[in-house]
């Protein structure tokens, strides 16, 4: 199903199509599926070692993450982002699971990805027990030769449930 808009400008009709959100729910392309499930183990690999270091190398240069605190941009302010998180907590089985429907191309030359999934992550302060969080997330990386980086990152956290 497609929404139709026609709109008068300047007396002449201009009409165009937009897809629905239903049109998005087509199969990815198997090679670019992969890329997406290899960058997130990558991602859980480096969050369940609590590597600052290895989180970052997965953002470009001029990276944009966008969490609970704000945007931090750079691919340094990432990795001191997550020093200072992982100073204060450590984090173990973290698995970020790609959306079926993930990742689709932006574009034409094939270079740039969006995808969005959600994550979950078991949690250990400095005191207390083990707290179960989890959340979703959208990104859109980039290739530069068989690479792929994140080049913007946002995640929210999913309320916990009240008791």
Same mark, same amino acid.
């Given at each position: 199903?497609? /929404? /139709?808009?026609?709109?008068?400008?300047?007396?002449?009709?201009?009409?165009? +199509?937009?897809? +629905?959100?239903?049109?998005?729910?087509?199969?990815?392309?198997?090679?670019?599926?992969?890329?997406?499930?290899?960058? /997130?183990?990558?991602?859980?690999?480096?969050?369940?070692?609590?590597?600052?270091?290895?989180?970052?190398?997965?953002?470009?240069?001029?990276?944009?993450?966008?969490?609970?605190?704000?945007?931090?941009?750079?691919?340094?302010?990432?990795?001191?982002?997550?020093?200072?998180?992982?100073?204060?907590?450590?984090?173990?089985?973290?698995?970020?699971?790609?959306?079926?429907?993930?990742?689709?191309?932006?574009?034409?030359?094939?270079?740039?990805?969006?995808?969005?999934?959600?994550?979950?992550?078991?949690?250990?302060?400095?005191?207390?027990?083990?707290?179960?969080?989890?959340?979703?997330?959208? /990104?859109?990386?980039?290739?530069?030769?068989?690479?792929?980086?994140?080049?913007?990152?946002?995640?929210?956290?999913?309320?916990?449930?009240?008791?």
């Amino acid at each position: 199903m497609k /929404s /139709s808009y026609v709109f008068a400008l300047l007396g002449l009709a201009i009409s165009f +199509t937009l897809p +629905t959100f239903a049109q998005q729910k087509n199969t990815p392309d198997p090679q670019l599926r992969q890329v997406a499930d290899d960058l /997130s183990k990558k991602f859980d690999q480096a969050w369940n070692n609590n590597d600052a270091a290895a989180l970052a190398a997965l953002f470009t240069e001029d990276a944009i993450l966008v969490n609970n605190t704000g945007p931090v941009y750079g691919r340094d302010a990432i990795e001191k982002q997550y020093a200072d998180l992982f100073k204060q907590m450590h984090f173990s089985n973290h698995i970020a699971k790609p959306d079926q429907y993930s990742p689709h191309i932006i574009g034409t030359t094939g270079n740039e990805l969006w995808w969005n999934g959600e994550w979950n992550v078991t949690v250990q302060g400095q005191t207390g027990s083990p707290i179960q969080a989890k959340g979703y997330w959208t /990104s859109i990386v980039v290739r530069d030769g068989d690479v792929w980086k994140d080049r913007l990152q946002i995640w929210n956290a999913a309320p916990s449930p009240t008791k």
